[in-house]
């Protein structure tokens, strides 16, 4: 029995030498490979910005030293960002292709890991000596968008300034993502700036509202954050508003909402009227809306719980101006007259979002809420 132990001992050392030496080989062909091919991650450009024109400059060397060693290292040793997660060495029976492929992959994502350091430590340190907060950029860093500084500056240096300020728009209410605007507009301001202009263009010429509506967004944005006045801005509004004219319904249809009706190329109701009735075990709203021309109603619509039941088109008819009569129900509560051009509904839905879905619903809860009118 003691001599059925010893032989079991010897050949699970053996097994654990022979781990060892392969694991020894594969590591030994990855320092080789990292022999033959030395990538550095030290940056070795001593700057230390100042201002925050230096830093940008600063920032805008990193991000092009930062992508070409990113991509040497994994051209190198032949993994992406989509193996980033840590690897760990294996100690077992693998075969000596399956240790050398762990130990390249660890040898490369230590240094992927040693280029984020480096990269981290000089804005921290840049930001610190230029006295800006250093979150935003760490922010651009973090998300993999430092490829979009180099994209833009790209563009820039070609001259395009349209293609550089299109690849550079941002969130207003994401601070991080202006960073390449910031970059781009404090180092070619002209240029970025004629970029915004000819995307205004672009976005005319095109013709296509969302398109348009999104540009000059984008534009606003600009102009508010680096109080420059661009020209096109009130042209492409202007544009915008023809759009928006021209996209709307020509008149209230049947089965359309009440704040749907309110936006026809026939404008808001002149006057519109409301009752209430109870049946079927809940209060319903119903009245009519009028559009009138003077003293002559063109077009008159009647609406329940929110929804245009029908319409009466009067624009081609002439006929005496008919007074104003109240629909009445048995079971009706009230009826008053009501005009939206008088009312901030837009502010009461603002106001009141936690309780509505959409302006839809907001309007028509203010429609049936007569207590409120008065505030708003």
């Known amino acids: 029995m003691k001599k059925y132990g010893m032989i079991v001992s010897s050949v699970f050392l053996l097994l654990v030498l022979i781990c060892a030496a392969r694991v020894f080989s594969a590591d030994s062909k990855a320092d080789k490979i990292r022999s033959e091919h030395p990538i550095s991650t030290d940056f070795e450009e001593n700057l230390s910005p100042s201002s925050k024109e230096e830093l940008f400059k600063a920032i805008l060397k990193l991000a092009v030293w930062e992508s070409e060693t990113r991509e040497t290292l994994d051209k190198t040793y032949g993994y992406t960002d989509d193996d980033l997660e840590k690897p760990g060495m294996k100690y077992g029976l693998e075969s000596t292709e399956e240790l050398l492929e762990n130990a390249l992959k660890t040898k490369w994502y230590e240094q992927r890991m040693s280029l984020f350091d480096t990269t981290e430590k000089c804005i921290n340190d840049w930001c610190d000596s230029s006295k800006i907060d250093s979150s935003n950029v760490l922010t651009l860093y973090e998300k993999g968008r430092f490829s979009r500084i180099i994209s833009v500056n790209d563009s820039l240096e070609t001259g395009s300034g349209m293609e550089a300020y299109n690849a550079a728009v941002f969130d207003a209410e994401k601070e991080w993502t202006a960073l390449p605007m910031d970059i781009a507009y404090a180092l070619r301001p002209k240029l970025i700036t004629a970029g915004c202009e000819a995307s205004l263009v672009s976005a005319m010429e ?23 006045k661009i020209v096109n801005l009130d042209k492409a509004k202007q544009k ?137």
Request: hydrophobic share 25%; aromatic share 16%; net charge negative.
């Open 206 to 228: 095109e013709n296509y509202m969302f398109t348009l509506k999104s540009t000059i967004q984008n534009a606003e944005n600009f102009e508010n954050r680096y109080g420059v």
């Open 240 to 376: 915008l508003k023809r759009l928006e004219y021209s996209n709307k319904p020509e008149i209230p249809k049947v089965g359309m909402s009440t704040s749907a009706a309110c936006s026809t190329k026939l404008g808001p109701p002149t006057r519109t009227t409301r009752d209430s009735g109870m049946w079927s075990h809940r209060t319903h709203y119903f009245g009519y809306m009028y559009w009138e021309r003077g003293d002559q109603t063109i077009f008159k619509a009647s609406y329940h719980d929110g929804e245009i039941t029908d319409v009466w088109d009067m624009r081609n008819t002439k006929a005496s101006p008919n007074p104003w009569r109240r629909s009445s129900s048995s079971s009706s509560k009230s009826s008053s007259s009501f005009d939206p051009d008088d009312h901030d509904i837009e502010a009461y839905y603002e106001d009141n979002r936690d309780v509505y879905d959409d302006y839809d619903d907001a309007y028509e809860g203010f429609l049936n809420d007569e207590v409120v009118w008065d505030d708003y």
